[in-house]
């Protein structure tokens, strides 16, 4: 087994806001789902990988200063080190990865890998599976996680074209406007060290032919031309960029598709928690991660897969479920009924009250008789996927009912 690092991006302020409003007040990675950060689930999947995985390393746009405590849990859980690299401009993807290449490849030697995931995406990753895959294939630079989804919403994604008996990928398309394939991107790869020189490559091409009508411009000033920087840093999209580019006939055989059968979610918008959640749920019951709470005599109806939080009062009378989180200190008085909702930290809900299809924010109170539901929207690109999004501290009075909202 070759030596081992993971990058896995964070994102920033800038970026995520249809996670709104609940990313006003902490990082979207380290949103709560199944009683943990987003991204700890990325951590948790690649530190199985260890001790051939040597390091995880973290990268964001946030202050770094708001990742320390979870870095430092982290490290201690899971004995492998992992760190925090702060973006100051934003490079795009693969402009990111080449800024910190020497940081991803330090220790590290020429027959090393290193996977990058995207801290959206909730997935039982393949990722031994995508090892051996990539190790058959000496020529590769780039295996891409991918999956089969409904025609009618591929199109939303990354889509790609691949040979069925090799995995070869022929064509990438970037969110194409009409149908191209049912295969798309899941945001996980694993890359061979010579991607930096291929990156460097595409950069050096685009300053060269001026093709800033193909390659990626991020910012609107006048010296946003160039995809490669005075100061050595480069401009460029691993997706919208490189990915096609090595689709493309100058570089046949150098980028592959690994196909998983896995559920697969993408968390671009708050509602995508609910579906998140349910996944994670039946994974960690599955593995015996987290013990999921089931009905008793003396407490609550329990229906389907449930987590309440050890801290959290839950009134013998209530019933929850299915895919109910009820974070810590939460408290659900007599009659309460919870379905297809999380419940966040130091929420109060009041006697007789009805959550379904909502997310309840920290500090919240939804008082007696009061019901807000959402209606759910498959579409990844709607706003909140139809979800009622209820923010920090919010009071909603008794007898009021709401749909579709977000406060």
Not at 137 to 166: F, H, Q, S, W
Not at 377 to 401: H, R
Request: glycine residues 8%; neutral net charge.
């Amino acid at each position: 087994m070759p030596q081992l690092k993971a990058v896995i991006l964070a994102g920033g302020p800038s970026k995520g806001t249809r996670f709104r409003p609940l990313s006003f007040d902490q990082p979207k990675a380290l949103f709560e789902l199944a009683g943990k950060p987003l991204i700890y689930h990325h951590v948790a999947a690649v530190s199985q990988l260890v001790p051939d995985l040597t390091e995880i390393l973290l990268v964001g746009f946030y202050a770094s200063n708001l990742f320390d405590a979870f870095v430092a849990d982290a490290s201690k859980e899971f004995s492998v080190p992992i760190r925090y690299l702060q973006e100051e401009i934003e490079l795009g993807t693969a402009g990111g990865l080449f800024k910190f290449k020497d940081e991803i490849m330090s220790g590290m030697d020429g027959d090393s890998l290193f996977f990058v995931l995207h801290c959206d995406v909730i997935c039982e990753f393949p990722l031994r599976e995508m090892i051996d895959f990539h190790l058959q294939r000496p020529e590769a630079l780039c295996t891409l996680l991918t999956k089969k989804m409904d025609k009618d919403l591929a199109k939303n994604y990354g889509v790609i074209y691949a040979e069925a008996e090799t995995g070869r990928v022929m064509h990438y398309a970037e969110k194409p406007e009409t149908f191209v394939n049912d295969l798309i991107n899941c945001g996980a790869y694993l890359f061979s060290p010579q991607i930096f020189s291929t990156i460097e490559s595409l950069a050096l091409a685009g300053r060269k032919r001026r093709l800033t009508n193909e390659l990626y411009d991020l910012n609107s000033d006048e010296s946003s031309g160039s995809v490669l920087l005075p100061n050595g840093d480069i401009r460029l999209r691993l997706e919208q960029d490189v990915f096609r580019k090595l689709a493309g006939d100058n570089y046949i055989g150098r980028i592959y598709s690994f196909e998983t059968r896995n559920q697969w979610i993408q968390v671009k918008h708050a509602g995508a928690c609910l579906d998140a959640l349910g996944l994670l749920l039946e994974v960690y019951k599955r593995k015996d991660t987290i013990v999921l709470t089931e009905s008793k005599e003396d407490g609550p109806t329990i229906v389907g897969r449930v987590y309440i939080h050890p801290t959290a009062r839950v009134d013998p009378s209530a019933k929850l479920g299915p895919n109910v989180l009820i974070s810590e200190n939460a408290v659900i008085e007599a009659g309460v009924r919870v379905r297809n909702s999380i419940v966040l930290a130091n929420v109060l809900i009041k006697k007789r009250a009805c959550v379904i299809n909502s997310i309840i924010g920290w500090n919240s109170k939804i008082s007696q008789w009061s019901r807000i539901e959402g209606e759910l929207d498959p579409n990844p690109n709607s706003k909140s996927g139809g979800v009622s999004i209820i923010g920090w501290a919010v009071t909603m009075g008794p007898e009021i009912y709401m749909r579709h909202v977000i406060v």
